[in-house]
Each structure stands twice: as C-alpha cells, then as structure tokens.
T-cell receptor, first 115, second 113 residues
Framework: GAGVSQSPSNKVTEKGKDVELRCDPI?????LYWYRQSLGQGLEFLIY????????KSGLPSDRFSAERTGGSVSTLTIQRTQQEDSAVYLC?????????????FGEGSRLTVL | DQQVKQNSPSLSVQEGRISILNCDYT??????FLWYKKYPAEGPTFLIS?????DKNEDGRFTVFLNKSAKHLSLHIVPSQPGDSAVYFC????????????FGKGTKLSVIP
C-alpha cells in the first residue's frame, strides 16, 4: 500500500530483552516521527528525522531508547533492556515536509507488551 | 504536566445531533491546533486545523472554534453520523518552526444510530 507501514504490529517480550520496531514511511516524505501512546495517555513525541539533518532526540525517555533512519527512508526504533513501563503503542508518522506545513500520516502502530 | 487537556474521556450522541468535543490548553506559545481522529487498530488521521489568527475553521460537517483568551478550542460535528464514532485527539504546535505536536489524551465519541 501507499501508507506508512510499521512492523511488527504486536510484540510481546520479557523484561530485560531488546526490541526493534520498524517504520517504512510514505515514499518521498522527508520527515519521519516516532510517537508513543501509553494506556490512557495522549501521544508522546519521541524523535524526529528531517532529511539529512541531525535528528531531534529530545523526546526519547531514556538512553535505552535509540532510533536511526537509513538512506532517508526506513527507520528503526530500538529499545534495550525493556521495562514494563515501556509497554505502549509506538506510532510512526511521515510527512512531505516537516512541521505544521506538512500533514502527518500515521502508521497503524506497533503494540509493545513487556511482561 | 498536561499542556493539552481533553477533560471528557467519552461522549455519546444520537445520530443526526451535534457532537461537541472540547479541548483546553495551558501553553500560551501554542499557535496552531489540530484535531485527529483515530479508529481502533488504526493510526490517527488528520481531520481539521486552525491557526491562532483565526477563531473558526469549517470543513463540511466539521467546524473548529478557537477562543484564545480562554485557551479553549472545540470541535463541532453536525450532523453526527455512526461512522464518526472514534477517538478524537486535540493537538498543538508552538511556533512557526515547531514540529513536535503536543497531544491531549483523547475523547471517545460514540454516535448512536
């Protein structure tokens, strides 16, 4: 399809394990975002990539979280040594241009459950 | 500290009537506001937006009103349809160069046929 694609859609892991979440943005979109939604909460900004610029990582909650975007396209969010509070839906979005000038298109999310 | 607040977790409305979803914000730097709609197991989709230089924006059945002095905005859906049943998120940007959206917790709207 032509939308933002995320995988896996569901991931159950044990506390202390590492997980990788993948996002394939819409072709041609230069901006890519990661947000997460914990139970009963709004979406929380994690990280922003725009073209070849250095990413804004200011929303990452701890140094266990990291993300990269290869070739200006696919992005991977990695959570090391997962904790139960990491359980959430992780949403990726892309836009043609960054900021308010570009409409964000969200993927369906990756639901992470840490036991 | 919630900068965007949606104080009603849920709302039920009869089909054909008006749905009014409310949103309050505390950050006076917010200057561009959006509403997103989310169906279960799907990502949020953009619905309508409003700049702080306006007090109203209309798109078909959807109208967003902004009251800057009260730091309050509302989304009106008229007439409400069963397909409008979803979670609605209010979100805001602060400053022309901003790209971080601050979201509220959402309001679940149920439109009863």
């Amino acid at each position: 399809g032509a939308g933002v694609s995320q995988s896996p859609s569901n991931k159950v892991t044990e506390k202390g394990k590492d997980v990788e979440l993948r996002c394939d943005p819409i072709s041609g979109h230069t901006a890519l975002y990661w947000y997460r939604q914990s139970l009963g909460q709004g979406l929380e900004f994690l990280i922003y990539f725009q073209g070849n610029s250095a990413p804004d990582k200011s929303g990452l909650p701890s140094d266990r979280f990291s993300a990269e975007r290869t070739g200006g396209s696919v992005s991977t969010l990695t959570i090391q040594r997962t904790q139960q509070e990491d359980s959430a839906v992780y949403l990726c979005a892309s836009s043609r241009s960054g900021g308010r000038t570009g409409e964000l298109f969200f993927g369906e999310g990756s639901r992470l459950t840490v036991l | 500290d919630q900068q965007v607040k949606q104080n009603s977790p849920s709302l039920s409305v009869q089909e054909g009537r008006i749905s009014i979803l409310n949103c309050d914000y505390t950050n006076s730097m917010f200057d561009y506001f959006l509403w997103y709609k989310k169906y279960p197991a799907e990502g949020p989709t953009f619905l309508i937006s409003i700049s702080s230089i306006k007090d109203k924006n209309e798109d078909g059945r959807f109208t967003v009103f902004l009251n800057k002095s009260a730091k309050h905005l509302s989304l009106h859906i008229v007439p409400s349809q069963p397909g409008d049943s979803a979670v609605y998120f209010c979100a805001a940007y602060s400053g022309a160069g901003s790209y971080q959206l601050t979201f509220g917790k959402g309001t679940k709207l149920s439109v009863i046929p």
